[in-house]
């Protein structure tokens, strides 16, 4: 799935703003995630990684060379590095779990970036939202178009890096499902 520009718009102002109950798609797809850290830290590590990778497929040409890491928090950075001695905690069991998870020894930062470029069909999802379902599990809901199967390890080596040691899914769910998520977590 190629990814429009407006799309990455409008995926950044998702990332920013939990997105409206009435422009949902009729079916999203969730992964359980059981985190390390408080759901909210999660969260924001997540988000924190996200933005800037989605503004960069926006500005960037994407034509072979090195893609700018600087907006990138630098714990991301240094989990890519293997080097988890200038993050503010052990980033290798993330990392570690990634590599089993995904079957790859490690990812390298381009790479990771790479996965964002709009004109390519790798990335398989875009960033819908995410709720909390317990003190320490969250649900990241995405976008797959309706598809069940879909490329994505970048989301899931970026979950485990972030604190999330337990992924299930994705799992195909109605969007009624997000719905009333977010009416739990609003109080709505």
């Known amino acids: 799935m190629m990814h429009e520009i ?3 718009e409008q995926e950044l102002l998702r990332l920013s703003h939990r997105p409206p109950s009435e422009g ?3 079916v999203l797809s969730a992964f359980d995630v059981r985190t390390t850290r408080p759901v909210a830290e999660f969260d924001a590590r997540l988000r924190s990684v996200l933005a800037p990778a989605l503004r960069l497929a926006l500005s960037q040409s994407y034509e072979g060379g090195d893609l700018p890491v600087d907006g990138l928090p630098a714990w991301f950075v240094a989990s890519r590095r293997g080097d988890s001695t200038t ?3 052990p980033l290798g069991e993330g990392a570690d779990r990634g590599a089993v998870a995904s079957g790859r020894a490690s990812w390298d930062l381009q790479e990771w970036l790479y996965q964002f470029d709009p004109e390519s069909e790798f990335r398989g999802w875009a960033w819908w939202d995410l709720t909390r379902s317990g003190e320490r599990e969250a649900r990241i809901w995405v976008d797959s178009w309706g598809e069940s199967f879909f490329a994505c390890d970048e989301l899931r080596w970026l979950s485990y890096v972030a604190g ?3 992924i299930d899914g ?3 769910v109605n969007a009624a499902d ?3 998520a977010v009416s739990k ?3 709505t």
């Open 170 to 172: 994705p799992s195909l």
């Open 178 to 180: 997000w719905t009333a």
């Open 6 to 8: 407006a799309d990455i």
């Open 87 to 89: 993050a503010p905690e």
């Open 24 to 26: 949902a798609p009729p």
């Open 164 to 166: 999330g040691p337990d």
């Open 185 to 187: 977590v609003d109080g």
